[in-house]
């Protein structure tokens, strides 16, 4: 089997349990492009964070950011954004919906947030990316690629009730982590950004490996004509996915040693 293309998400699964590159991914990564085998990381993440990621990794990747609302090429350069509607974004931003919420907002070179979280800080320590704390409610609404609402579950689940009743299909809404409510405009996907960067390249789907454990990974994996689910992955990752081949968890650096073993090295 020929395997030209790897996509990856990265928290819970090329990441370890401290959201960090650890040596062993990056060198199997390294090796493989030299190889000429072509890679693109697909995350929840805003695309000035995940390029740092990319860094670390040492490796050329297309980057596919805030579940697909951005895509840039190897060299930086944006091929494809679709951002919500202003007015959805402002109303996604009342009371109605944010109370009870730290609510984010991604924009193409800021991350925007509604309260302090040193726990976000520190999820992004190895990036350097920070945000910027001010008054969402009174924001216009522009250039915003994901709305992010970061609760308990229980809260969540209502909030994405109250979403999907008010804008039913305008939008597109998954789970990244139980306690992560991300929102994009309608058509956003991973599948979609991961599809549009193998046609950019002719790379037929069959040649494609992707790996994921979340919610948000359900249209990457559907995608790829290899789909890896981690051990660790989501219980509605798996109902999705039935037949997809469960790997190792990303604790135990899943990914790299299922290359290894697939690829020889």
């Known amino acids: 089997m020929s395997y030209r293309f790897i996509a990856s998400d990265l928290d819970g699964t090329l990441l370890d349990v401290h959201h960090a590159v650890d040596p062993l991914t990056a060198d199997?990564?390294?090796?493989?492009?030299?190889?000429?085998?072509?890679?693109a990381i697909a995350t929840g993440r805003h695309y000035l964070d995940v390029?740092?990621?990319?860094?670390a990794l040492g490796v050329r990747a297309h980057l596919i950011t805030s579940n697909g609302a951005r895509v840039h090429d190897p060299d930086n350069a944006l091929i494809h954004r679709q951002d919500i509607d202003a007015e959805?974004?402002?109303?996604?931003a009342q009371p109605e919906f944010a109370a009870g919420a730290i609510v984010n907002f991604y924009l193409d070179?800021?991350?925007?947030?509604?309260?302090?979280?040193?726990?976000?800080?520190?999820?992004?320590?190895?990036?350097?990316?920070?945000?910027?704390v001010c008054d969402l409610?009174?924001?216009?609404?522009?250039?915003?690629g994901k709305v992010l609402y970061i609760a308990p579950h229980a809260h969540l689940l209502e909030v994405e009730r109250k979403l999907r009743a008010r804008f039913g299909d305008q939008l597109?809404?998954?789970?990244?982590?139980?306690?992560?409510?991300?929102?994009?405009?309608?058509?956003?996907?991973?599948?979609?950004?991961?599809?549009?960067?193998?046609?950019?390249?002719?790379?037929?789907?069959?040649?494609?490996?992707?790996?994921?454990?979340?919610?948000?990974d359900i249209e990457l994996l559907q995608?790829?004509?290899?789909?890896?689910?981690?051990?660790?992955?989501?219980?509605?990752?798996?109902?999705?996915?039935?037949?997809?081949?469960?790997?190792?968890?990303?604790?135990?650096?899943?990914?790299?040693?299922?290359l290894r073993e697939l690829f020889a090295l």
């Open 223 to 258: 995608a790829a004509g290899h789909p890896r689910l981690m051990g660790n992955a989501h219980p509605r990752l798996r109902r999705e996915l039935p037949h997809a081949r469960q790997i190792a968890s990303h604790a135990d650096s899943g990914v790299a040693r299922h």
């Open 172 to 216: 597109y809404i998954t789970f990244s982590l139980d306690h992560c409510l991300e929102v994009m405009a309608a058509g956003v996907s991973k599948g979609h950004a991961l599809q549009l960067v193998l046609d950019r390249l002719a790379i037929p789907a069959s040649e494609c490996l992707a790996f994921g454990d979340g919610q948000n």
């Open 88 to 92: 959805l974004v402002r109303q996604m």
């Open 109 to 132: 070179d800021e991350w925007l947030i509604s309260e302090p979280s040193q726990a976000l800080l520190d999820m992004h320590r190895d990036s350097g990316m920070v945000y910027r």
């Open 28 to 39: 199997t990564l390294q090796r493989l492009e030299r190889r000429g085998v072509q890679f």
């Open 137 to 144: 409610g009174r924001h216009d609404g522009a250039r915003v």
């Open 51 to 55: 390029k740092g990621i990319r860094q």
